[in-house]
């Protein structure tokens, strides 16, 4: 059974920092792997997806890689912001599965 | 335009009541997914659906049933509340069921049972 855990549970840096957000799962035998961000009383809004062929994928500041064989990705921001204050999950999918999620990282930009 | 929206936002009522919410998408998608986020923020799978066929059932009480009229539309209806029942509904969808398509959630739907 896939399991995914995330490390910090909580993270809090000053603006201007670059910061790694961690993820691992147990079963390396992933399809894919994609990053959400959840604002308070908000849905999640997907990042970046990492399909199992590639290494990593970038948006903006956002850089996301992907380890299979050792089940772990990170999730790189770059330049925080106070705007990046949100929950961060990442999610892996097996084939004929549906997506697994890790617990969150929340994450506090300070001003 | 809100590419998935759920109704209500917030839901109150009393355990044994029975209770529906709502969910549209306006993005052409294939398939929807109900998902349940508990008090620790755990996000599971609970339904997911493909042109309006089940193809995902979790272990989830049968008190829960989810029916998709068409494939822009999947609503959860929950009979016999309980107080356990007490979560945050998201509703999803994504273009296909082939796993590269990234997951669109609705704004959620915070349900107390009292």
């Known amino acids: 059974k896939q399991e995914v855990t995330q490390i910090p549970a909580a993270l809090s840096v000053p603006e201007g920092e670059n910061l790694v957000l961690n993820c691992s799962f147990t079963d390396s035998a992933i399809y894919n792997l994609q990053w959400f961000r959840q604002d308070p009383g908000k849905g999640l809004t997907s990042l970046l997806l990492?399909?199992?062929?590639?290494r990593e994928q970038t948006s903006g500041r956002l850089n996301a890689s992907l380890d299979k064989s050792s089940g772990r990705s990170t999730l790189y921001i770059a330049a925080s912001q106070p705007g990046d204050s949100a929950t961060y999950l990442c999610a892996v999918v097996n084939y004929g599965q549906n997506f697994v999620f890790g617990p969150g990282t929340r994450l506090s930009v300070l001003p | 335009d809100t590419a998935v929206s759920q109704t209500p936002k917030y839901l109150v009522t009393q355990m044994g009541n029975d209770k529906s919410i709502k969910c549209e998408q306006n993005?052409?998608?294939?398939?929807m997914y109900w998902y349940k986020q508990d008090s620790k923020k755990f996000l599971k799978i609970m339904f997911s659906y493909n042109n309006k066929e089940l193809i995902i059932n979790e272990t989830v009480p049968n008190r829960f049933s989810p029916k998709s009229p068409d494939k822009a539309h999947l609503n959860l209806h929950i009979n016999s509340l309980e107080l356990g029942d007490s979560a945050v509904y998201f509703c999803?969808?994504?273009?296909?069921?082939?796993?590269?398509?990234?997951?669109?959630f609705g704004n959620g739907t915070r349900l107390t049972v009292t």
């Open positions: 993005l052409g998608h294939d398939t």
């Open positions: 999803a969808s994504s273009r296909t069921v082939s796993y590269n398509s990234p997951l669109h």
């Open positions: 990492i399909q199992s062929s590639q």
